[in-house]
Nanobody, 121 residues
Framework: QVHVVESGGGLVQAGGSLRLSCAVS????????MGWYRQAPGNKRELVAH???????NYASTVRGRFTISRDNAKNTTYLQMNSLKPEDTAVYYC???????????????WGQGTQVTVSS
């Protein structure tokens, strides 16, 4: 089985910082693109940031300049450093990753269960 587990969510004040982690484990062969989506109540799930296996990064315009995505390939883990947080950043943050398992040779998309980020004003 493949497991995608987020951690690091919590409650912070506006202007504060938070660092999210997403660790992939299980019977995996390799991990390709990894990243983050978020969904607030009443809103559509939206892209936050992604990073490819060769280090190319992209960000939603709403977080560009404030958030930084990175990854540790040796640990199959991606991180999202969130600075200058705003109340509108409040959402459940979901990790997504394209993974090639030991059982199957194709890349498949996996999702974590999400971690809550709440930013107070």
């Amino acid at each position: 089985q493949v497991h995608v587990v987020e951690s690091g969510g919590g409650l912070v004040q506006a202007g504060g910082s938070l660092r999210l982690s997403c660790a992939v484990s299980g019977s995996i062969f390799s991990v390709s693109t990894m990243g983050w989506y978020r969904q607030a109540p009443g809103n559509k799930r939206e892209l936050v940031a992604h990073v490819t296996d060769f280090g190319k990064r992209n960000y939603a315009s709403t977080v560009r300049g404030r958030f930084t995505i990175s990854r540790d390939n040796a640990k199959n883990t991606t991180y999202l450093q969130m600075n200058s947080l705003k109340p509108e950043d409040t959402a459940v943050y979901y990790c997504d990753a394209y993974i090639r398992t030991e059982e199957m040779g194709i890349l498949s998309l996996y999702w974590g269960q999400g971690t809550q980020v709440t930013v107070s004003s």
